[in-house]
């Protein structure tokens, strides 16, 4: 009984020490990277949640390799992909590439897409209500 309580009492340890810490990307594989990034988006404010993904989408956009990509964010926390995103939007500017010329800063780019969410989100808010006003109008009656 002894050990039993002793060995529960070292596994509840090793299991708080591995689960804490700050979220990190797992970068081994592509499919890892998804996965760990969408973990990460769902546990960040609101505020953050589009800048951390347009700065992974700008990451990914800037390298010409996959591995690259993936060594570049692996290990990173949600605040170092969002100041690499930073970095490499400059670099990109830079290098004359359209879709990121036509910003004058990252702070425009966010705005831009934040604009543009709100837009798509007001959007589809009117198709649910214009949805629900032609249920209600429907003459079609359930008789049973």
Aim: charged share 30%.
């Amino acid at each position: 009984m002894k050990k039993l309580f002793i060995l529960l009492i070292c596994l509840t340890a090793m299991l708080s020490i591995g689960c804490s810490g700050e979220r990190q990307i797992n970068g081994r594989t592509s499919k890892l990277a998804f996965k760990s990034v969408r973990v990460m988006k769902e546990y960040l404010p609101k505020h953050q949640k589009l800048e951390f993904e347009i700065a992974f989408w700008t990451m990914k956009n800037g390298f010409e390799k996959n591995s690259e990509f993936l060594d570049a964010v692996d290990g990173n926390t949600s605040a170092e992909l969002i100041a690499a995103g930073k970095a490499k939007f400059g670099e990109l500017q830079e290098s004359g590439r359209p879709e990121y010329t036509k910003f004058s800063n990252w702070d425009a780019m966010i705005k831009s897409y934040e604009d543009e969410r709100f837009e798509q989100d007001m959007n589809q808010k009117k198709d649910k209500d214009q949805l629900q006003k032609e249920s209600m109008n429907n003459i079609l009656y359930d008789l049973h």
